[in-house]
């Protein structure tokens, strides 16, 4: 047969070239992981339920818009914001809640970040059955407002001082008047309390709508720190604030409670120490008795008081003592009628619910057994039902329950294997389920109360496309006992093309904080993306929880008191070496990456471990436990007077003299949480060892790192810096001389 050569060639050619094609990749980029939003996964809209527990509301387009959950059909415009005229400014709404019963908006313009939760803005009152809008007040913007339960009044704090404006007749009252900057706060939170006690807004309404309580800081003895902001000016600007690090004085915290019918403030009691704090308080159902929570410094013993509203007066209704510390939750529901009240703990060994009684006698602990409730969603009382999330199956997994208030009956809401969590309706008749798996991103989908599927609201299919686009990898977990007989949990994602008798270098991320848990099967968000990037470009990418992570019970979780960073250290190195122990791994070039207490870890690892680890990443770490604040420091260590030695054997700083690898030291130094002090003083420990590094700042950024490019920058910075020191075909850029002294 005669062959054509010139077409069998082109022919050959084609098949050659589909060939590649079908088996290459699209290269996953830092510009498409975080600037132009290429792997974004698709969220629902924010839910805000409506009373009927069945239709909910969203803000689009400036129109705030009503859905029923159960056909995702508009039922109704609520409001179209255009139309409103902002005293003659068109305003863009950010944000927006209803009166109790929904007959009036309160509208959010301008919003300002003040720290990580807190916020202030211009607020408007909108009546809808009048159509009236109104200004709540002009004279500054306003944090906290918040409709009284009869929706009659609001409540909100201006310039440190609580407001009351009354919607019947446009009169506003101020409640408090000494409230000063870096002094006096009343009604919203220092910085400590909303950092490390999670909330804010510092009031409360009483069921009643008769009293205000509220929280009193008095700052004026905290010790100031002070950041520099470059705004291109002649001379930058300062932003002072109260920072009270470990061992130093806090605010001075009161409770009050202001009357509005007698316009009188009485001050809750307190016997307990003067330094302890007070991280919640709540109505009970009885609306002339406040509920307050005092712990004391050491956060290991927790009261649970009863304070009369008309006297201040307080009684004790439960006290809780643990050998290492409590954690603080918002998990605490009073039945209606004097039945109690539900609540979670760890008291037995592992969080669970419980039952008490009014007066602080267990009725019936609801759930037990040796795996953790992680979620607490709250009490149907209409039908007598608790719902809630566990990690019963597993600790990297997560399922929803719901159980009878007296135990029985525990029904399996959530079928599906991986990470499940839920919002419920206001009447628990259906929840929002947000699926996902380690390889799989969210989908969101309405179940009814018994679990039955309702409908899918988002799918994030094209996220699998992308996936097979870029030819990902599968994450794999995986399990190793240490030298020390501890079972640890972690996941693995290999090379692309990869080959077992080829020798890979490993990238290990962690963070290992108290409570903490990255091993989880559940989707890693954009942090997927760039370690499918490095695994693109031939790395082995590994993540182990250390001891001291959650999911696992209090004694794994508590372990590391008074020692943070010791177990966690030799439980990173461990993995390290179990991880270059396998067949396909380059024992030799193996780096550790962390944020925040993870850059603390990195830190340790490279140095307490530099037989282990060839590189190390630290962004944003803590370098020394004294230089932190003080409810979180002192819960897991006690102050350095107590603690010198745990305080001294676990902070990078002072092993600074250790470093023989590569060392990138990144921090933004307008960082309110971890201050930029952390990374200047490791800094200047590690050029009086004479060791060298490299460092990136980012100027007027806070403990995230984002904003004009902030992110695109570091990471390009981080991957380059992992390629000239780990990758195989480049030879390392310096190594420094082990210690001489």
């Given at each position: ?63 705030i ?5 159960t056909?995702?059909l508009?039922?109704?415009?609520v ?9 003659n ?9 209803f ?8 509208l ?82 220092d ?11 510092a ?17 004026s ?29 806090n ?6 409670i ?12 307190r ?7 007070i ?9 002339s ?18 304070a009369?509203?008309?006297?201040g007066k ?23 009628g ?22 602080g ?20 009382e ?9 990690a ?10 719901s ?10 809401l ?31 989908t ?29 994450v ?107 067949p ?37 770490p ?6 932190y604040?003080s ?12 603690n ?16 023989t690898g ?55 910075k981080?991957t ?12 390392v ?8 002294s």
């Amino acid at each position: 047969m005669k062959i054509h050569f010139p077409l069998f060639l082109l022919t050959l050619a084609g098949l050659v070239f589909t060939a590649i094609k079908s088996s290459a990749q699209n290269q996953i980029t830092i510009d498409n992981i975080w600037t132009n939003g290429t792997y974004n996964t698709k969220d629902v809209p924010g839910f805000r339920f409506m009373n009927d527990g069945r239709h909910y509301t969203t803000l689009e387009n400036n129109y705030i818009l009503q859905y029923d959950c159960t056909t995702g059909l508009l039922t109704d415009t609520v409001l179209d914001i255009s139309r409103l005229h902002f005293e003659n400014e068109h305003k863009t709404v950010q944000g927006y809640s209803f009166s109790d019963d929904e007959s009036q908006l309160l509208l959010t313009t301008e919003l300002e970040s003040i720290y990580r939760r807190s916020t202030k803005s211009w607020h408007y009152i909108y009546n809808l059955n009048t159509k009236q809008l109104a200004s709540l007040n002009d004279s500054g913007k306003q944090m906290h407002a918040t409709f009284s339960p009869d929706g009659q009044k609001i409540a909100y704090v201006l310039a440190n001082n609580l407001y009351l404006k009354d919607l019947t007749n446009s009169k506003t009252l101020q409640i408090t008047f000494d409230g000063k900057y870096n002094s006096i706060i009343n009604g919203s939170c220092d910085w400590v309390y909303e950092e490390e006690f999670t909330f804010t807004k510092a009031f409360e309404w009483s069921p009643d709508n008769r009293y205000i309580a509220y929280y009193r800081f008095d700052e004026s003895a905290v010790k100031e720190f002070t950041m520099t902001n470059y705004t291109g000016e002649l001379y930058p600007e300062y932003e002072t604030f109260k920072y009270p690090k470990v061992g130093m004085e806090n605010s001075k915290v009161s409770i009050h409670i202001y009357d509005t019918h007698q316009k009188m403030e009485k001050t809750v009691d307190r016997t307990s120490e003067p330094n302890g704090y007070i991280p919640r308080i709540k109505w009970s159902a009885d609306p002339s008795m406040l509920c307050v929570f005092w712990m004391n410094r050491h956060q290991n013993h927790l009261e649970i008081l009863l304070a009369n509203a008309v006297t201040g007066k307080t009684t004790l209704l439960l006290n809780e003592d643990n050998k290492y510390y409590i954690d603080i939750d918002d998990n605490l529901i009073f039945l209606k009628g004097g039945k109690g009240f539900i609540r979670t703990s760890e008291q037995d060994g592992f969080n669970h619910i419980y039952h008490y009684d009014m007066d602080g006698n267990l009725k019936k602990q609801i759930t037990s057994g040796e795996w953790e409730v992680t979620n607490f969603y709250g009490v149907d009382e209409k039908y007598q039902r608790i719902f809630y999330q566990t990690a019963s199956v597993s600790p990297m997994e997560r399922e929803i329950f719901s159980i009878a208030i007296d135990g029985g009956d525990k029904k399996q809401l959530t079928l599906q294997k991986g990470a499940n969590g839920g919002q419920f309706s206001t009447t628990f008749d259906y929840f929002v389920l947000n699926h996902s798996t380690i390889n799989s991103a969210p989908v969101y989908t309405v179940y009814d109360r018994e679990g039955q599927l309702v409908r899918t609201l988002e799918d994030n299919n094209h996220t699998s496309v992308l996936q097979k686009e870029a030819g990902t990898q599968p994450v794999e977990f995986f399990s190793f006992t240490t030298s020390e007989g501890v079972d640890l949990n972690g996941y693995m994602i290999k090379p692309y093309n990869f080959d077992p008798a080829k020798k890979y270098p490993v990238f290990m991320t962690q963070y290992g904080g108290p409570g903490s848990q990255k091993v989880l099967d559940g989707w890693l968000g954009n942090d997927y993306w760039w370690y499918q990037s490095l695994a693109q470009q031939g790395y082995i990418v590994a993540c182990v929880d250390n001891r001291g992570t959650g999911g696992r019970g209090e004694a794994f979780k508590k372990m590391t008191y008074l020692q943070l960073g010791h177990y966690e250290t030799i439980d990173q190195i461990e993995a390290a070496k179990y991880l270059g122990s396998l067949p396909y791994s380059d024992a030799k070039r193996i780096g550790i990456f962390g944020w925040s207490y993870g850059g603390y870890m990195s830190s340790l690892c490279i140095l307490q471990g530099n037989d282990v680890f060839n590189t190390a990443i630290a962004v944003a770490p803590v370098t020394n436990w004294k230089w932190y604040d003080s409810i979180y420091t002192e819960r897991f260590m006690r102050d350095e007077s107590e603690n010198a030695k745990g305080y001294e054997e676990n902070s990078p700083v002072n092993f600074a003299d250790r470093l023989t690898g590569n060392y990138l030291l990144v921090h933004g130094n307008s960082d309110d949480n971890v201050h930029f002090q952390h990374s200047a003083e490791m800094a200047a420990a590690l050029i009086k060892a004479n060791k060298q590094f490299e460092t990136y700042y980012y100027p007027n950024r806070n403990h995230g790192i984002r904003g004009d490019n902030a992110r695109r920058h570091l990471y390009t910075k981080m991957t380059d810096f992992l390629n000239k020191n780990l990758l195989p075909e480049n030879p390392v850029s310096f190594r420094n001389e082990p210690s001489k002294s």
